[in-house]
């Protein structure tokens, strides 16, 4: 909850003071109008093997509900023995689908404790399936750029996508085709927005994401996209749609198709995450509390406390608050300092003195983020006279490791006339 950052803006002598919050859940998208956009993205009942989809399930959970590396290890060797059962042996559809399944979700808990090259590895896999529906292979091509991109190899993430287009363009008589089609495009199209390029991105978005086939991690990029263009209104209307898809998914049950970073639950998280920064634009604090409140509590509910998905969306909340300070003249000093120093903890981010061999900066994981998350506590502390020559020691760190393509730290902090919007995407951990 967003309560955490009252602690976390305390500094030793524990001088910061309480703010209110109200943890009200509000419906994503209450309009009585609202149709299913899930076509593409569930597995029926019939497609699959019930035990099969219990023993993923049972793994999962075991997994996420102790946190344990024994319940790890535990969860691993279920989905293992799900694998090589005779549930999924076999070459008919149903059985490669569950086979399918229980790789996406190997890759998932892999992923989750920082094994990504095991975890791209198993979705390898899921090529090999060629009986399968076409949306397994097309969520395992999706959750492998995921992970590329996490891990800034922005290249092999365009070649992934690339084979994603190209499995879908050879099989227009397959089941959800035209989502599957809508959903490769998207794919590429994040990919740009990664790169900076805004107006390529464009073509790889289909409207549709607006209605027919508005759900999934395809919408979110697309939602994305129209905030960066600042097209505000129709951007949350698509990313409360996928909110409610995928309530939807989850009351229902079936097989959300998806892994790693790109699963339900970084669904989820990312939607929340990015509708409570566009409700920082436009000035609506109160809606971005209660979106990222959720978000935060999500993504301790699924992740370890220091696993870097909990950074990004305090990430997210640091600069909710910088916004709202700038715009109501308030003070959130404390608030954001304590926020952003946790962030700094749990990315890892490196001390100032840190320099190679050869003196340069350092290599730094999700560069962006923790640079942004280093230049804005730098502005913080440089509003506190003692702390200034700090803060100009911290900005140097900030701007030696930023690679975004698009933006500047200034940009960034909305520190000149560019008024460029800045996404951070908490599914990749990228800025867009």
């Known amino acids: 909850m967003l309560r955490i950052a009252a602690k976390l803006s305390s500094r030793a002598s524990s001088t910061a003071k309480s703010f209110p919050i109200s943890c ?44 344990s590396l024994g319940a790890y290890r535990m969860g691993l060797t279920v989905l293992k023995h799900c694998i090589t059962t005779e549930l ?5 559809p149903v059985r490669e689908n569950s086979k399918g399944m229980a790789l996406l979700a190997m890759s998932t808990l892999l992923s989750e404790r920082g094994e990504y090259g095991e975890a791209i590895e198993k ?29 800034g ?3 092999l993430a365009s070649v992934v996508a690339d084979k994603c287009i190209d499995l879908v363009e050879k099989q227009p008589q397959a089941r959800d085709h035209e989502a599957q089609y809508v959903r490769a495009k998207a794919l590429k199209g994040l990919i740009e927005l990664v790169n900076g390029n805004i107006e390529s991105a464009e073509a ?15 919408a979110v990029s697309y939602a994305e996209f129209l905030q960066i263009k600042q097209d505000y209104s129709l951007a949350r209307q ?55 409140t959720q978000a935060l509590e999500k993504a301790e509910e ?42 700094i903890d749990i990315l890892k981010v490196p001390p100032m003195e840190t320099k190679s061999e050869e003196g340069a900066a350092p290599s730094v994981d999700r560069s962006d983020i923790a640079a942004f998350a280093r ?26 490791i930023w690679k975004n393509r698009r933006l500047s730290l200034a940009d960034a902090l909305g520190n000149n006339d560019s008024n460029k919007t800045m996404v951070i995407d908490a599914r990749i951990s990228r800025l867009l």
């Not at 409360?240 to 998806?258: D, T």
């Not at 502390?381 to 140097?396: D, F, I, P, T, W």
């Open 153 to 155: 190899k922005d290249d």
């Open 24 to 67: 009200t859940r509000i419906s994503p998208l209450p309009s009585p109008s609202f149709r299913s956009f899930t076509i593409g993205l569930e597995l029926e009942a019939n497609m699959v093997v019930p035990d099969a989809i219990r023993m993923i399930n049972y793994a999962l959970k075991q997994a996420r509900t102790e946190r």
């Open 302 to 343: 699924n992740y370890d406390p220091h696993h870097p998905k909990v950074g990004i969306v305090l990430t997210s909340i640091a600069f909710m608050y910088g916004r709202k300070a700038i715009q109501e003249g308030s003070s959130a000093l404390l608030i954001q300092e304590g926020l952003y120093r946790k962030v």
């Open 238 to 292: 698509v990313y409360r749609n996928v909110l409610q898809g995928a309530i939807e998914i989850k009351k229902a049950g079936r097989p959300y198709l998806g892994a790693g970073n790109l699963n339900l639950e970084g669904l989820t998280i990312g939607a929340m995450c990015s509708l409570g920064q566009l409700e920082s634009y436009m000035g609506n604090f109160r809606n971005a509390e209660i979106y990222l």
């Open 88 to 92: 999924t042996e076999g070459k008919d």
């Open 204 to 218: 790889f978005f289909d409207k549709s994401l607006c209605d027919k086939h508005g759900d999934g991690t395809a």
């Open 123 to 151: 979705l390898d896999g899921v090529q090999d399936l060629t009986n399968s529906y076409l949306g397994v292979r097309v969520a395992a091509f999706e959750a492998q750029a995921g992970f590329h991109l996490e891990l």
């Open 375 to 400: 230049v804005a506590y730098a502005e913080v502390l440089g509003v506190q006279e003692n702390r200034k020559a700090e803060g100009e020691e911290m900005k140097k760190l900030a701007e030696a």
